[in-house]
């Protein structure tokens, strides 16, 4: 956005700032309600940095085995499923920013665990299939909102229930980082409303 890096300052690092002129970022709209000319902004400024030398894959699966929480506690059987369907497991970490964006604007189907990684989704094309794998206690509509901001095709698979509850609440005190089982039925009927099994 042409800000020189040295002009950046994290808020958690310098709490307290005294300037002569300060830019500060401030939500677009209401929390998890990105607006559309925010969203139209951010791919305007974003998309002429994709460079065509980039990784690109028509299906992916982004992982978070890397993260702390909401990870895909079944992991090796949904990509024991999905690998012969041709889907490349991604980490996005790994990736720079304009190779995160060559990837969401190229692909035309992408499933992933709920997090951070599918903000990517406002660099994607009309018509992309976005499934979001959620726990059963934590389903958030924000990627939901960018779907339908820009033409998405958008599903959510919900993880199966804990059969245990005082234990879950021992494991997950927050619904934030309660990670996620896959009930691959579940999975397979999704893949078959898309038409891929």
């Given at each position: 956005?042409?800000?020189?890096?040295?002009?950046?300052?994290?808020?958690?690092?310098?709490?307290?700032?005294?300037?002569?002129?300060?830019?500060?970022?401030?939500?677009?709209?209401?929390?998890?309600?990105?607006?559309?000319?925010?969203?139209?902004?951010?791919?305007?400024?974003?998309?002429?940095?994709?460079?065509p030398?980039?990784?690109?894959?028509?299906?992916?699966?982004?992982?978070?085995?890397?993260?702390?929480?909401?990870?895909?506690?079944?992991?090796?059987?949904?990509?024991?499923?999905?690998?012969?369907?041709?889907?490349?497991?991604?980490?996005?970490?790994?990736?720079?920013?304009?190779?995160?964006?060559?990837?969401?604007?190229?692909?035309?189907?992408?499933?992933?665990?709920?997090?951070?990684?599918?903000?990517?989704?406002?660099?994607?094309?009309?018509?992309?299939?976005?499934?979001?794998?959620?726990a059963?206690?934590?389903?958030?509509?924000?990627?939901?909102?960018?779907?339908?901001?820009l033409?998405?095709?958008?599903?959510?698979?919900t993880?199966?229930?804990?059969?245990?509850?005082?234990?879950?609440?021992?494991?997950?005190?927050?619904?934030?980082?309660?990670?996620?089982?896959?009930?691959?039925?579940?999975?397979?009927?999704?893949?078959?409303?898309?038409?891929?099994?």
């Open positions: 956005l042409g800000i020189p890096a040295h002009q950046i300052l994290a808020a958690d690092l310098h709490p307290f700032i005294q300037a002569e002129h300060l830019i500060a970022p401030s939500f677009s709209g209401h929390l998890g309600w990105v607006e559309p000319w925010a969203l139209e902004f951010l791919r305007q400024q974003f998309l002429p940095l994709v460079s030398k980039s990784p690109s894959y028509e299906r992916i699966y982004i992982t978070r085995r890397n993260a702390h929480h909401r990870r895909l506690l079944n992991e090796p059987a949904v990509l024991e499923l999905l690998e012969p369907l041709g889907f490349r497991t991604v980490e996005l970490e790994s990736l720079a920013l304009t190779e995160q964006i060559s990837l969401f604007a190229q692909a035309k189907i992408i499933l992933a665990p709920h997090g951070g990684g599918l903000t990517n989704t406002i660099f994607c094309a009309p018509e992309t299939v976005v499934i979001e794998f959620v059963p206690s934590y389903i958030r509509h924000y990627y939901w909102a960018i779907s339908h901001h033409g998405l095709h958008h599903y959510f698979v993880g199966v229930t804990s059969t245990c509850p005082p234990i879950h609440q021992l494991m997950y005190p927050s619904p934030l980082v309660e990670d996620i089982w896959l009930d691959l039925a579940a999975l397979k009927n999704a893949l078959k409303q898309i038409n891929l099994i």
